[in-house]
């Protein structure tokens, strides 16, 4: 097939899926051609079977805000006439599968069928979309596109709860390649005496970075660990600043990195204590790396971090349940190992191999 996949760009858990999707895609014997504002983070385009094709925006004075989805419309035409794609898949809803619809309806008055997959990841939902200034919008392209995958169950509930839409949402989770992950933990060699605790994220408000700085502080007074954390974002400075202020021992902040498994292979417990979390691609990269994982308990993180099996799962602010979690972990070895080696035996349930055909499953039922 010769797929079209939308994404955004940068560091985040719905680009880096849709690349590992694409990579896996090309693997397979499919053309896939990526449209997004940059190259993703993860995109390598040495492979002949995936191209990369950027959305320019050129400025003109007049807008305030520049036509972003005019451009990515205007794109996902041009490549689909000129490479007789079969679909196009877009990653994230807003606002891509709104300029997807328009592409569509542009290819129709040439008489070319674009079928359109919009995978549902998150916070295009359950903050940016349900906003009262976008809702009818997002709940158009839903409903519009002709198939809807959500990476959770419970991502695929607010959807329906927040839009009031009857449109059928397969769930399809995130998934790992897990021998990568495999041949990291093969090289990996574990330094430091001490437990690893690592963070991983965008630094959003949504990731609750003041609660988790407040829980390295507690249980820095308790065992002596490693704290790493990794990413970027609007709250990575205020983190920077609480470590300092309490005087936290042992912080690192690492930046964004390319090769996350190299990091999360020295790691032991991995914690996202997220306010809000659709899916959490990065609890999955550190649960195929064999960390126990301490999450809260919110949107589709239950359903990945199984409490008292992976990990444990605490209500998203509550600092006493967090530091327990982690002090039951790092005071009993037992536990901990029997928990990474739990945690590792789950991610082989969202493993590519398996999860990638389910996507193509639904291809198929577009493309006669
Ligand atoms: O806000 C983010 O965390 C980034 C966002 C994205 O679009 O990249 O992540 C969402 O999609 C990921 C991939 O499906 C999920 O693993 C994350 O849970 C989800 N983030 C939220 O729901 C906050």
Known sequence: MKII????????????????????????GHVVHFIAYEKP???????????????????????NFQPYELALSTK?????????????????????????????????????????????????ITLVGKHPFYKKAVKFSIDKSNIVTSVSKSLKNDTHDFFETNKKIKVIPNFVDLEKFNNQLKLCNKVSQYKTITHVSNFRPAKNIRTLIKVFNLISKKHKCIFN?????????????????????????????????????????????????????????????????????????PELNL??????????????????????????????????????????KFNINDIVPMYEYEYMKLVK
Do not use: W
Not at 45 to 57: A, G, L, Q, S
Not at 92 to 99: E, G, Q, R, S, V
């Open 307 to 348: 409490n008292n099996k992976t990990g444990f799962t605490c209500d998203y602010n509550d600092i006493d349940s967090y530091v327990d979690a982690l002090d039951k972990l790092i005071s009993n070895e037992k536990l901990l190992e029997k928990f990474k080696e739990n945690s590792y035996n789950r991610a082989k």
């Open 229 to 301: 954390l990794i990413g970027e974002g609007p709250e990575l400075d205020i983190a920077k600043e609480m470590t300092k202020e309490l005087k936290i021992p042992n912080v690192y902040f690492l930046g964004n990195t390319n090769e996350v498994e190299k990091e999360l292979c020295h790691s032991d417990i991995f914690i996202l204590p997220s306010k809000v979390e659709s899916f959490g691609l990065a609890a999955l990269e550190a649960m195929a790396s064999k960390n126990a994982i301490v999450s809260s308990n919110r949107g589709g993180l």
């Open 5 to 28: 996949i939308v994404c955004y760009p940068t560091f985040g858990g719905s680009g880096i899926l849709a690349t590992e999707l694409g990579h896996k895609l090309s693997k397979n």
């Open 41 to 63: 983070v993860r995109l390598e385009v040495n492979d002949e079977n995936i191209f990369f094709h950027k959305v320019n925006v050129p400025f003109y004075p007049l807008f």
């Open 76 to 124: 996902i035409v041009d490549v689909s006439t000129k490479n007789q794609i079969d679909l196009v898949h877009v990653h994230y809803a807003i606002p891509h599968a709104y300029a997807a619809y328009m592409a569509q309806k542009m290819l129709k008055t040439q008489k070319i069928n674009l079928p359109i997959v919009t995978t549902l990841h998150g916070t295009d």
